[in-house]
């Protein structure tokens, strides 16, 4: 139930090409669905996030489609540059609201995808 | 500032060696995390801390074992590497849980090979 999948493993667009990165995941008390960014040799960073009230997110050339009834959640990089090559991870965390306060989660990662943009 | 910092950047071990990797972050955060990274396998967590003095197990504990005496350093320490250790571990941090006012920022990188 905490598992998220990624696909496709690894993607080759064209510079000013569409990028879309697909996720999916069971269990639907996550709230909190964010992308991170990994260049080569370097730690993830936060790109965009979503929550699932929202069914779209955009920032810049990139966003984030979210289908609460699919259970599905995609990243569009639009006009794709050499620049945006690099390692893309999609995850989802959860909230969980009790008595004694609110505890957020911790985060479960897809498997990534290897982004490449040809000049 | 430096954010979080993890050294060694680059470590080869023999089978059965031990060796301790440091975390130092300076953004004052509450939550620190260690996660490996492998080709196909995305971040998994091996274990977290919520506190000073406080860790708990994550996804893929065994063979690993952490201590957070400090609230700025969070250690991660392997006992007796195998092969299967090889990997790039991560070291994160969050002001809190993940959550919108509380992004991970993760370091750069230790990238390890047992041999």
């Known amino acids: 139930q905490q598992q998220v999948k990624q696909s496709p493993q690894s993607l080759i667009v064209q510079k000013g090409g569409i990028s879309i990165i697909n996720c999916a995941y069971e269990?639907?008390?996550?709230?909190?669905f964010p992308w991170y960014q990994q260049f080569p040799g370097k730690g993830p960073a936060l790109l965009i996030a979503?929550?699932?009230?929202?069914s779209e997110k955009k920032e810049g050339r990139f966003t984030i489609s979210f289908n609460k009834s699919a259970k599905q959640f995609s990243l569009h990089i639009m006009d794709s540059q050499p620049g945006d090559s690099a390692t893309y991870f999609c995850?989802?965390?959860?909230?969980?609201?009790?008595?004694?306060?609110?505890?957020?989660?911790?985060?479960?990662f897809g498997q990534g995808t290897i982004l490449t943009v040809h000049p | 500032n430096a954010g979080v910092t993890q050294t060694p950047k680059f470590r080869v071990l023999k089978t059965g060696q031990s060796m301790t990797l440091l975390c130092a972050q300076d953004?004052?955060?509450?939550?620190m995390y260690w996660y490996r990274q492998d080709p196909g396998m995305g971040l998994r967590l091996i274990h977290y801390?919520?506190?000073?003095?406080?860790?708990a197990k994550g996804e893929v504990p065994d063979g690993y074992n952490v201590s957070r005496l400090k609230k700025q350093n969070f250690l991660l320490g392997l006992e007796s590497a195998a092969p299967s250790q090889t990997s790039v571990y991560f070291c994160?941090?969050?002001?809190?849980?993940?959550?919108?006012?509380?992004?991970?920022?993760f370091g750069n990188g230790t990238r390890l090979t047992v041999t």
């Open positions: 979503i929550r699932p009230d929202v």
């Open positions: 994160a941090s969050s002001y809190e849980g993940v959550y919108w006012h509380s992004p991970l920022h």
């Open positions: 801390s919520v506190g000073e003095g406080t860790t």
């Open positions: 269990n639907t008390a996550f709230d909190y």
């Open positions: 995850a989802a965390s959860l909230t969980n609201y009790n008595a004694g306060g609110t505890s957020y989660g911790k985060l479960t």
């Open positions: 953004m004052n955060h509450e939550y």
